[in-house]
């Protein structure tokens, strides 16, 4: 069974920093393209950040949304089968439900983590 697990979203003043992590089971998941998203209320889902997997051409390359650029991180460790996306100096749009994303032949979606930020 494959399941994708978000962690660690929460609530942040703006300029504040969290740390979300998904793991996952159930999937190769070195061979798999890994993607954040999130979705605002009212709004579209959108990619935030994603990483290549290792058997991609530009292996473990990554890409930003403009809107994250400079402050969000996205990484992966394969030995754990899990991907994270550092955030840095939150706003308050950046405010959304969170979802992890892997992609191969399939696609897969976890369940969201909600992150809010306000003061």
């Known amino acids: 069974q494959v399941q994708l697990v978000e962690s660690g979203g929460g609530l942040v003043q703006p300029g504040g920093s969290l740390r979300l992590s998904c793991a996952t089971s159930g999937i190769s998941f070195s061979t798999y393209d890994m993607a954040w998203y999130r979705q605002a209320p009212g709004k579209q889902r959108e990619v935030v950040a994603a990483?290549?997997?290792?058997?991609?051409?530009?292996?473990?390359?990554?890409d930003y949304a403009d809107s994250v650029k400079g402050r969000f991180t996205i990484s992966r460790d394969n030995a754990k089968n899990t991907v994270y996306l550092q955030m840095n100096g939150l706003r308050p749009e950046d405010t959304a439900v969170y979802y992890c994303n892997a992609r191969s032949y399939v696609t897969f979606w976890g369940q969201g983590t909600r992150v809010t930020v306000s003061s």
């Open positions: 990483i290549a997997s290792a058997i991609t051409s530009g292996g473990n390359s990554t």
